[in-house]
């Protein structure tokens, strides 16, 4: 039985025409309802409707795990009444976000699957949030969750290298075009939904077999 269930890229918000809408983290005010799914992949086999539609659904509620976390670590802010003047040193002034000071993004998070009519068997999902895009892996519950988490942390830098793009996850559309690209990766570092340990060695050993079968131009 392969160890990962499944692999799906996606937005943490709803994007229509690569515009982020009001909902989510825009304003912060509504968890996402839907997002972009720019990648599924799934190593149990799905009929293709279904497998859509629960990429979805998986990626809808990875996003909204990660609007609860948002929320669950919102500085509290004490509501100041109309009467109370400005000036009063009593009085603590709203806390500044420095999340998006820093550039690049990161958050990461993990959240149980019930079984439904599509998914046999409860599952572990564990999603990270790089730049502008969500990367979340399905596990079975047995599943070694720290290589788990570290295959997520090092996915980014691998789709960099077979995409040539240095921010591959500010850019994420590219998916779509090139799916082709992102299955070479998953063949090269999730063989058959098998998670490696991956030590610097064994990491350099894979690229250079990779870039060996990468047809000459």
């Known amino acids: 039985e392969n160890m990962v269930f499944a692999l799906i890229v996606h937005s943490s918000t709803p994007v229509l025409n690569g515009v982020e809408s009001a909902t989510g983290e825009k304003d912060g005010t509504l968890p996402p309802e839907s997002v972009d799914v720019y ?14 539609e629960v990429a979805q659904a998986i990626a809808t509620s990875a996003a909204r795990s990660l609007w609860q976390q ?7 802010q004490p509501r100041q009444s109309s009467t109370t003047s400005r000036s009063n040193p009593n009085i603590a002034s709203p806390a ?4 998006k000071q820093s ?7 993990m959240f149980y699957l019930p079984p439904s ?6 599952k572990i999902v564990l999603w990270r949030l790089q730049e502008l895009t969500m990367y979340t892996i399905v596990c079975y519950p047995d599943e070694n969750r720290l290589l788990a988490g570290q295959f997520l942390k090092a996915l980014p830098r691998y789709l960099s290298d077979q995409f040539k793009a240095a921010s591959i996850s ?6 779509f075009f090139r799916p082709d ?8 570092f999730l063989p058959g939904g098998q998670l490696l340990f991956m030590s610097d060695d064994f990491e350099k050993q894979l690229k250079r077999e990779s870039d060996a079968a990468q047809p000459k131009s």
Do not use: C, M, W
Not at 39 to 52: H, L, N, P, Q
Not at 96 to 99: A, T, Y
Not at 170 to 175: D, G, K, N
């Open 170 to 175: 500010a850019t994420p559309r590219e998916f």
């Open 117 to 122: 009519k599509v998914i046999s068997s409860s």
């Open 103 to 109: 550039g690049e993004v990161k958050a990461d998070g």
């Open 39 to 52: 990648f599924s992949f799934f190593y149990e086999k799905i009929s293709g409707k279904e497998s859509d």
């Open 181 to 188: 690209d992102f299955v070479t990766v998953l063949h090269q």
């Open 70 to 76: 948002k929320e669950y670590n919102k500085p509290f």
């Open 96 to 99: 500044k976000s420095s999340s």
